[in-house]
Nanobody, 123 residues
């Protein structure tokens, strides 16, 4: 089973940028669709973005469209989330996830989760 480790979180001011990374173990990374989710304090887990195994197709939640972008580098077993124009409501723990299909990842049907990385946006 794939194992996932996120990094790149931190404290940033409103309007700033961060790039999250998620490194996966194993030799079959390109066979997995990948996704990013987040959970804010007191709220349910929320889908953020997903990408197909090849990287050719992506989905982004309406709340982050135009500000966040998911990408992947299969040679490095890594998926990224570039976050721009950050807002206080983006404050959350961000989780990386792997699944067999992008459509499944979008609905949270996944095979593996990372431990999460904290993103805090200060106003």
């Amino acid at each position: 089973q794939v194992q996932l480790v996120e990094s790149g979180g931190g404290l940033v001011q409103v309007g700033g940028s961060l790039r999250l990374s998620c490194v996966a173990s194993g030799r079959t990374f390109s066979s997995y669709a990948m996704g990013w989710f987040r959970r804010a304090p007191g709220k349910e887990r929320e889908f953020v973005a997903a990408i197909s195994g090849s990287g050719g197709s992506t989905d982004h939640a309406d709340s982050v469209k135009g500000r966040f972008a998911i990408s992947r580098d299969n040679a490095k077993n890594t998926v990224y989330l570039q976050m721009n124009s950050l807002k206080p409501e983006d404050t959350a723990v961000y989780y990386c996830a792997a699944g067999r299909m992008r459509s499944a990842v979008v609905r949270g049907d996944t095979n593996a989760w990372g431990q999460g990385t904290q993103v805090t946006v200060s106003s």
